[in-house]
C-alpha cells in the first residue's frame, strides 16, 4: 500500500494534494494506478 514507505508529513501533503485536485478524472487516473497493484504479485501474502 505504500504506507510504510512514506512519511507521516508525505501522507498529509498527499491528502492536501486530493482535496486541491479533487475532481472525476482524479479520482479515475488514481483508481487506474491502482489496479495494477491489486492484480499483481499474488505471493504478496
Do not use: C, H, W
Not at 3 to 28: A, C, G, H
Amino acid at each position: 500500500s505504500g504506507r510504510n514507505s512514506i512519511q507521516f508529513s508525505e501522507m498529509v501533503m498527499l491528502d492536501f494534494r486530493y482535496i486541491r485536485e479533487r475532481s472525476f478524472l482524479f479520482d479515475l487516473k488514481l483508481i487506474l494506478r491502482t489496479l495494477p497493484l491489486l492484480l499483481g504479485d499474488k505471493n504478496a501474502y
